[in-house]
């Protein structure tokens, strides 16, 4: 018998129609003689409404103990509704909440990691034959305090219960049906990839490809988990994500991603000398707010400026960090500019290839896009740009290297 776990995402579980459509999908995975553990994100658009309530009540940014509490809230609905069905159906189900499981992980709240999975309870629940229905995205840390992962982090839940349980494979259920070379929502020309390595799937992931939470092509690599990219509204086989194998296709460049959820910070004239960088950054670091892209502009009698990304939803607690710090610092001037995004091509293959960069720049210089920062490593390349070139400079991108074209 197989164990498999099955994670649904917010829009197959957006009304009980819905949930009952997966219901099926699940016991027919059932029937089939395989244990099911089924993992579930919020209904549809729930999480975002809760965090806009949060948001408000606490005028500001609300404390992570109690913002965690409430966001974690649309889970347990799912989980019951789904459970409620499955029982309904004439199946035996039970949902679990990440305390109840336990779903153990740091306190950092917002964006807490797994650190483990005690996988007695549902393996119990297993073996007397039930259906056990889990909510993603939450976890609970050592004072027993609820925790969430982070946007996306239900797919995070799904590959930790399939790691921990030695599941056969785990299958992330969304609303498209794989893995593309960029998002077939703003793209048709977009291809769906069959088998993508991990690595590969790490750098979409880590660029903004939402299709998969960064964290949870992490574990998957380390634990060696086969994970399905697969429509809950078609019976598509969609994408594996695995090891590298020599029939998977090794492109220079394999996708194009971007995220639009960077806002740049410029910080202007401030003495070139050192531990300035350290001064900026350490409070950002201290305060669990990451910094992306960073440059510095060449020296000039003695000043430099500095600019940087960090998160959206981060802005107004760096703006009340950096202000300070910039205005001891005696900088000119301080600019906060959230009309960006950043675009990425990917590839492993480009560690080998060269000039890939320069066609980057020059597709978008082509149709008269600005490139405002650019960053490099082997298998990335990002620009920032302004937030409304976005859709156009994926198009641009995808065309100019190809992607459309099977090999
Ligand atoms: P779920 O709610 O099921 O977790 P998400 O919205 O988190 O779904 O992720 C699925 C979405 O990811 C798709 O609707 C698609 O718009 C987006 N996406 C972005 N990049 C890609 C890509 N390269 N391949 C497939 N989907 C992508
Ligand atoms: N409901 C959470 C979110 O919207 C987790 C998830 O969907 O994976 O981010
Ligand atoms: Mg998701």
Redesign the pocket.
């Known amino acids: 018998m197989a164990v498999i776990v099955q994670k649904y ?4 579980v957006a009304d009980i129609e819905k949930i009952q459509n997966i219901a099926k999908r699940v016991i027919k995975t059932r029937e089939a003689g395989n244990d099911v553990v089924v993992v579930l ?1 919020a209904m ?1 658009g729930e999480t975002d409404r809760l965090i806009q309530m949060a948001n408000s009540a606490s005028e500001g940014t609300p404390e992570g103990r109690e913002y965690d509490v409430l966001v974690s809230s649309g889970e347990q609905i799912s989980v019951s509704l789904l459970s409620i069905v499955l029982n309904k159906m004439g199946h035996k189900a039970i949902s679990l909440l990440g305390h109840q499981v336990k779903i153990h992980t740091n306190d950092a709240h917002s964006n807490a990691k797994i650190r483990k999975v005690d996988i007695e309870l549902i393996s119990d629940e297993l073996k007397k034959g039930k259906i056990v229905v889990v909510a993603g995205f939450q976890g609970v840390d050592k004072e027993g305090n609820i925790t969430t992962l982070g946007r ?1 982090g ?2 995070t839940s799904a590959v930790a219960i399939a790691a921990s349980l030695k599941a056969d494979f785990c299958e992330i ?4 049906d ?9 793209y048709s020309k ?1 291809r769906k990839i069959k088998k993508i390595s991990y690595d590969e799937m790490l750098s ?1 992931a880590g660029a903004g ?3 998969l939470q960064h964290r949870s092509v992490e574990l998957a690599k380390t634990y060696g988990v086969p994970v399905y990219v697969r429509s809950s509204f078609s019976e598509d086989s969609g994408t594996l994500v695995t090891k590298e194998d020599k029939d998977m296709e090794r492109e220079v460049v394999s ?1 194009v ?1 971007y995220d639009r959820d960077q806002a740049k910070v410029t910080i202007g004239h401030v003495p070139d000398k050192p531990g300035i960088a350290a001064r900026l950054f350490t409070p950002l670091s201290d305060n669990d707010i990451n910094v992306d892209m960073i440059i510095q502009n060449a020296s000039s009698e003695g000043y430099t400026d500095l600019t940087f990304t960090v998160s959206k939803k981060n802005i107004e607690k760096a703006r009340r960090l950096l202000d300070t710090v910039a205005g001891e610092m005696g900088a000119s001037m301080i600019d906060y500019d959230e009309n960006i995004s950043k675009i990425s091509i990917v590839g492993v293959g480009m560690q080998t290839q060269s000039g890939v960069a320069s066609k980057m720049f020059a597709a978008l210089a082509n149709e008269g896009i600005n490139i405002m920062m650019i960053s490099t490593s082997e298998i990335k390349i990002s620009c920032v740009i302004e937030a409304k070139y976005t859709e156009l400079a994926v198009r641009v991108l995808h065309d100019a290297f190809g992607l459309e074209l099977e090999n």
């Open positions: 995402g917010g829009t197959s994100s549809a996306g239900s797919d259920f969304t609303d498209v794989g893995v593309y070379t960029t998002d077939p929502n703003l977009a979409l490809a939402k299709v996708g991603t």
